[in-house]
C-alpha cells in the first residue's frame, strides 16, 4: 500500500478502479497513488485486489485496483474478485477505467455498472492512441448521455489525474444520475421480476431491484446463490424455469448494444475500423510459419545477451568480491571468523551477487518484450499448440510470465477460468526456467560450454518448455480427461515501452534478487559454511564434516547421475531457494571469493564433465523451483494433494531425466 | 503498387537473397565444412546463427509472395536485421569493454575480428534500407507502454 499526500485529510472515499482487462487501471492505479504495482502489456497482469490511498482537496480516497473483467458476470476467480468487491463491499465510487480507442467493448461494462447504480465515473484512457488515430471523442455528448462525469486520461504520461480525482470527489458526493437501458419486450418480465425481490426488504435495501432482475435473466450464479435461501425464492425460481433464458440474454445483450452503438456514433467521430501499425506488424510476427520461429530466434538473443553482454560487469563485481575475501582473510581473526566471512558469506552471497548483471538484462529485455506487447503475441502463437496439448490459449500467458518467477506466475492462473485447464497449467508452470536457476546455468555453461554458453542457457528454456508441454498433455489425457475450455484474446496494441516502466520492473527485479541474497541465501551459505566446519578441528568440508556426512548420505542417490556428495548438498539445500546450489558449491569447492576460482575448481574436478554438468543444469531445471513455490501451488489449489504431487513429480522428472543424460551421453562423450 | 513499394520489394528481394544465403553458409559451417572462403566471410559456423539468417531472410522472402502487406514483411524484416545488428554489436562491445577493463591477457587474445559475423554486416545493410524508409518503420507511430 502507498499513499500521496496533497493536504491534510478528511472525507473518506472508497473507489473502485474497475475495467477491462489490460486498457490501463494499473498504470492509473501507480499514477494515483504512486504505488509501483507491476504494468504489462497484455491482459491478466492483476489477479488480486489491491490498495492505495490519496489525499486529495481535504478527502482521503482509498483507491482498490481490481483485476480487469469484461462483464460484471464473472467466469474466472480473478473476474470474481472484481465483481464481488463492486457488489458487496460497497465503494463510494466505481472508477471504470476506459480504453478511449475501443469504445464499443469497453461500454458493455458500462451498461452493466450503470445498472448497478453506484456513483461512477469513467476515465477515458489511452486517449492518445485514439487521437493520433484522428479519431476524437466529444466528452460532453457522452457525459450527457451516460450521466456520468467522463475525464480524458493518459495514464502513462500522468495526463488528466486532477480533473479525474475532481470528478470522482463531486461523485461521491452526489446522488447517480438515474439512467437505464430500455429492454423492450423484456420490461414486463423485469418488472415482474423486480415486484417479487422487492416483496424481501432486506436485499431490495441493499441492491437495486432493477439490476438484480437483470442479472437473474442473465442466469447470474452470484445472484441465484444470494436469493436461493431466501423465501422470495419460491415465487422466482419458477417464473425463471418457465422462461427462455437464452433467448432473453441475448435480447439483454442485444439492447445493450443498440444502446453502445448510439453512444458511439453520439460521442465519437470518425471512429469507424481502420488497419492500425499494430494489424499490420501482427500480419508477420504472428503469421503461421514465421510466427514461431521468430519468438525463438528473439528469445535466443535474449539468452546471448543475457550471457555475454554481462560478462565484463560480472568480472568486475567478481574480482571485487574476490578482493574483499582475500582482505578478510588476511586481516580478520581469529580464524573460524575469516573463514566464516571469506568462505561463508563473501564467498556463496558474492557468489550469488555476481549474477546481478545477467538478472538486470533479462529483466531488461523481458520487460521490453511484455510492454511492448509482444509477449501477448507470444501467448496467441502458443495457443494452437496449448489446444493440441489439451490447454486452452490462456495458459500460455502464465507459462510465460514464469520465465521471471514462478511465484507470481503460478498466481496469474486464476485468469484460467475452467478448474481442470487451471490446475494443468500450476502443474506446468514450474518447469518454466525461472531467473533463480540462470546463476546455475550460467556457471556450469560458462565452465564446461564456453564456447556456447548462450545457445546451452537457451537449451535449458527449451527443454523446460518441452517438459511443461509433455507434463499438460499427460495431464490432460490421462488425468483431466475433457476438451480445453474455448478462449478469445483480445490482442493489445503494440506500444513503445518506456524507460520508467521497463526501469521501475526491472530494478523491482533486482533489489528482490539482492535482498533474497541478503536473506535466505546467506543464511543457506552460512548454513553450509557452519556444517562444513563442524565438528570442531576437522578439516572444512573434508570427509569427516557434518557437511560430508549429510552429503554421504544422499551420494547413492545421486551417483547414477554421475554427481558427487557436494553436489548432493548442493541440490538439497537448492530446496529452499534455487541461487543456494551456486552459493552452496562456492563454499563446498572452497573457491575463497571468486567465481572464477570456482569455475577452475570445477573443471579441474575429475568428476566433473560436459555431460554430467549438462545433467547437473538440467537436473536444477526441473525439480521445485523454490520453498516459496510450493507454498503458493498449495496456496492456489489449496490441496496438500496436487502440492506434493507437484513436488514429488518434479524431482522425479528431473532425476529420469538427467539420469538419462548421464547413463546414455557418458559411455558417449563422457 | 506505388514507386516506393517497388523499390522497397526490390531491397527486401536482395536482403532475403543474402539473408538466406549467408544462413546457409552458417549451416555449412556448423555442420564441419571448414572452408577458407567461409572464414574470409567471417562465417563462425554457428548453427544458432544461422537459424537467425534464415528466419529473417525468410520473412523477407514472404514478403515477396505477399501482394499486399509485402511491405510489412519487408519492414519487419528489416526491423529483425536492426535488432540483431544491435545484439551483436552489444556483444562486441562486451568483449572490448572486457578487454579495457581487464587487459589482453583476460581476454586470451580477443579481437574485434572474433565477433564479426554475417549477421553484423548485413544488419548494417537492414539498417540503410531502415534509414530509406524511417518514416514507415519508425516506432514514435506507437503509442508509449504504461509507467
Redesign the interface.
Known sequence: MSEVTDEGAKKAIRVALCGNPNVGKSSLFNALTGSRQHVGNWPGVTVERKSGYRNYRGHRIEIVDLPGTYSLIASAKDEEVATRYIIEEDPDVVLQVVDSSNLERNLYLTMQLMEFGKPMVLAMNMSDITEERGDSLDLDALKRFLGTPAVRTVASQGIGLEDLLDAVVGAATKPPADRRVGYGELEATISDLREMIDKDGEISSRFSSRWMATRLIENDSYVRRLLSDRSIWQDIEPYLSRMDREESEMDLADSRYSVIDEVVVLSCRRCKPKRSVSDNMDRVLVHKYLGIPIFLILLWGAFELTFSAATPFMDLIDSGFAELGTWVADNVQPDWLASLMADGIIGGVGSVLIFLPNIIIMFLILGILEDSGYLARVAFLMDRLMNRIGLQGKSAIPLLMGFGCNIPAIMATRSIDDRKDRLITIMATPFMSCSARLPVFILFAGAFFSHMAGTIIFMMYMIGIVVAIVTAKLLRTFVFKGEPSAFIMELPPYRLPTIRSVGVHTWDRAYMYVRKAGTIILLGVVAIWALASLPFGVEYGGEDSWIAIIGKVFEPLVEPLGFDWRIAVALLFGFIAKEIVVGGLMTLYGAGESEDALTDALKADGSLNQVNAFGLMTFSLLYMPCVAAAGVIWGETRSWKWTLFSVAYGIAIAYVIALLIWQIGGPLFG | MSKDDRYLTTFGGLLAFLYLAFGVFEAIGGIGYDGEWLGALCVQG???DA??LL??G??FA?GLRERR?GS??M???MA?GI??LA?YL??M???A??LL??GSE?MEGWTAMDSMRPGLYLGILATVGGCIWRRRLS?????????
Do not use: T
Not at chain 2, 516506432?139 to 509507467?147: D, E
Open positions: 554457428n548453427v544458432m537459424f537467425v528466419v529473417i525468410a520473412v514472404f502487406d510489412a514483411f519492414l519487419i524484416g529483425l535488432v540483431f545484439i552489444v556483444l562491445g562486451a568483449n569493454l572486457g577493463i581487464f583476460h516506432p514514435s507511430r506507437l503509442s508509449r507502454a504504461g509507467a
